[in-house]
């Protein structure tokens, strides 16, 4: 018999656990909605690529267009060399250019802490344009062993100098993330202000070939080029995947990213070296491209967010789908011309970069 300090056990009610799918965690969720806006931007980057192909002097319906995407043995011969020699190459030109400026833009913007980084506002787009008008004006070869290529290798050339200016005094001691910008800007009005002054003294001839290259065009795409471009773009993505977690981090601060362990300084200049090629690679091919590396980004961060692992294709399909469908744009205005691309990305960039400037004023980035 238990004695009268005993208590009886005490029961305890079973722990209830709530079924998976209500307790479904809201970042599962999240990760769910941004894999289907990506899936989303990658669809419609498939349709815009088709309307592109469709549209030119002589327009073909899609189901004509993806029938000889498919199957270019069964197609018409005419129609076989419009789409597969001359149109697609533009098209898919317009898709690695958009996307090579895009993610260079989104990796400035998220080293530098700045919204309106880009190849363009920093000078690389500024030095290509003179280092292709020195060929065109002057017939300066700074690589002299290929001729031939004289125009898209001076512009390399020139983008990687600026870049490799950049690189080398964001790696001084006591030089801030504002200085990087600040010399950027400068970059720009001396090279717009050089390319002037090799404008003002070129011939007719070569003056009208330097301002249609300043333009911006995809009319001289060739399967090389698209090659090249998006061999560049499929070798510096995993690069910048690599860093994902450490891109990420950067954008809480330097002082909150050097306490996670993120070489913040080191991971600076990498950023550089690789945002230089992928900007100064496409800019030989196609000329200025303003706007871009800009608006790109600013698309996927308000899309996706700042997760790199989103971020960055959706950043890059971001990117390719404006340039596609400003390509589409192109085309459509007047029908049986095609406008320079650099243009319209300038004209729809134009009004975005102001929204920047005085969004940006009135609340932190």
Known sequence: MSSPTETAPIKTAPTKTAPPDTAAHPYRRLVARRITLVLGLSLLLCLSIAVDVSLGPARYALRDVAATLIWPEAADLQMRVVVWDIRLPMALMAVTVGGCLSLAGAQMQTILANPLASPFTLGLSAAASFGAALAMVLGVALFPAALALMVPINAFVMAMLAALLIFALSSMRGVTVETIVLLGIALVFTFNAALA?????????????????????????????????????????????????????????????????????????????????????????????????????????????????????????????????????????????????????????????????????????
């Open 197 to 365: 002054l090799l404008q003002y003294f070129a011939s007719e001839q070569a003056l009208a070939a330097v301002v249609f290259w300043t333009m911006g065009s995809l009319t001289k795409a060739s399967w090389d080029k698209v090659a090249v471009t998006a061999a560049i773009l499929v070798v510096c993505t995993p690069l910048f995947a690599r860093r994902a977690w450490a891109l990420t981090a950067i954008r809480l601060g330097e002082a909150r990213a050097s306490a996670m362990g993120v070489p913040v300084r080191r991971l600076r200049l990498e950023t550089l070296v690789l945002v230089s090629v992928l900007a100064a690679i496409p800019v030989s091919f196609v000329g200025t491209i303003g706007f871009i590396g800009i608006v790109g980004p600013h698309i996927a961060r308000l899309l996706l967010g700042e997760d790199q692992r989103f971020f960055l294709p959706g950043a890059i399909l971001s990117g390719a789908l404006i340039l596609s469908a400003t390509s589409v744009l192109s085309k459509a205005i007047l029908p049986g011309a095609v406008l320079p691309i650099g243009i319209i990305t300038a004209l729809v960039g134009v009004p975005f970069f102001a929204t920047l400037i005085f969004t940006h004023g009135r609340r932190s980035w």
